[in-house]
T-cell receptor
Framework: AQKVTQAQTEISVVEKEDVTLDCVYE???????LFWYKQPPSGELVFLIR??????QNEISGRYSWNFQKSTSSFNFTITASQVVDSAVYFC????????????FGDGTTLTVKP | GAVVSQHPSWVICKSGTSVKIECRSL??????MFWYRQFPKQSLMLMAT?????????EQGVEKDKFLINHASLTLSTLTVTSAHPEDSSFYIC????????????FGPGTRLTVT
């Protein structure tokens, strides 16, 4: 069974601070995908990144970066120099090959960036 | 990019009535669509998976007779909440994927249902 844990329920930072959102997953599959989504107050999910289990290379996109470590089953997300517009709920999700690609979401982390 | 729409974006209905929510893939053929429910301050919970032309597969604990799903075409899936009650008030989100991208889901903007 697949499982995603986002231990941080809420995080509050001041603008320009760096912040890391943690994601730990469980799976027995060797082929799987990990995702991060942003959900602003409007509710619409915004896709941020997808990473497959065979690609452990870290990724950077502007102020966003992701650290994927299979050894610790973690896929952490860092926002550098946070901005007020980054305030949202962030979800980590996992899709397993043997589960027909269904996504299991973590409970989400609510990030508040104060000016 | 792939776009998924939902209609309506919000709906208020009276207890006991039925509500239909549409999910459309606008620029690709969605062989599979997923329906999620999200209660306030909670995560997305998968309700069911629908494949075009076949019956939906419901997750454990989801009443299939209450949440009717139809996926009659490659671009449209509908979720009907029958005999809605206040506890069905929630944010319903659909996602769609095509036959070639098993791990790529495109999410709709969601439908906020309030049952009074």
């Amino acid at each position: 069974a697949q499982k995603v844990t986002q231990a941080q329920t809420e995080i509050s930072v001041v603008e320009k601070e760096d912040v890391t959102l943690d994601c730990v997953y469980e799976t027995r599959d060797t082929t799987y995908y990990l995702f991060w989504y942003k959900q602003p107050p409007s509710g619409e999910l915004v896709f941020l990144i997808r990473r497959n289990s065979f690609d452990e290379q870290n990724e950077i996109s502007g102020r966003y970066s992701w650290n994927f470590q299979k050894s610790t089953s973690s896929f952490n997300f860092t926002i550098t120099a946070s901005q007020v517009v980054d305030s949202a709920v962030y979800f980590c999700a996992l899709s397993e090959e043997t589960n027909a690609g269904k996504s299991t979401f973590g409970d989400g982390t609510t990030l508040t960036v104060k000016p | 990019g792939a776009v998924v729409s939902q209609h309506p974006s919000w709906v208020i209905c009276k207890s006991g009535t039925s509500v239909k929510i549409e999910c459309r893939s606008l620029d690709f053929q969605a062989t599979t669509m997923f329906w999620y429910r999200q209660f306030p301050k909670q995560s997305l919970m998968l309700m069911a998976t629908s494949n075009e032309g076949s019956k939906a597969t419901y997750e454990q604990g989801v009443e299939k007779d209450k949440f009717l799903i139809n996926h009659a075409s490659l671009t449209l899936s509908t979720l009907t909440v029958t005999s809605a009650h206040p506890e069905d008030s929630s944010f319903y989100i659909c996602s769609a994927r095509d036959r070639h991208q098993i791990y790529e889901q495109y999410f709709g903007p969601g439908t906020r249902l309030t049952v009074t």
